[in-house]
């Protein structure tokens, strides 16, 4: 109860201020963001932190696989391995390639 008393509140906060601020302030900060978003730079080092997370969490899972997949019930392991086999080197769980 506590934690959703503590989100209406924000909610009804967040709500005051947005519009107090206008219209004029909401489009200034969607400029600014877009402008951000746009930046070569910041492209660049999303696009590096992605391509890191995606090896890391793929060495993750091979390393949980190994130490682990031997010590999981046959229905579990089977649909990791269907899982596994769905997967193609090319494409993410999102979809898009690894470029």
């Known amino acids: 109860m506590r934690y959703r008393l503590t989100f209406i509140t924000g ?3 967040g709500y005051v201020l947005g519009t107090r601020a206008g ?3 909401y489009e ?7 402008r951000i978003t746009q930046n ?8 590096s932190a992605a391509l890191s997370g995606r090896q890391a969490a793929t060495k993750a899972f091979g390393t949980v696989s190994a ?12 649909r990791v391995r269907s899982l596994r086999e769905q997967r ?8 898009t390639s690894n470029t």
Do not use: F
Request: some cysteine; hydrophobic content about 30%.
């Open 67 to 78: 130490k682990v997949g031997d010590r999981l019930p046959p229905s579990v392991t089977d």
């Open 88 to 95: 193609t080197s090319d494409e993410d769980d999102w979809g």
């Open 11 to 13: 909610l009804a906060i």
């Open 40 to 47: 070569p730079a910041v492209r660049n080092t999303a696009e």
């Open 23 to 25: 219209r004029e302030r």
């Open 28 to 34: 200034q900060l969607c400029k600014g963001v877009r």
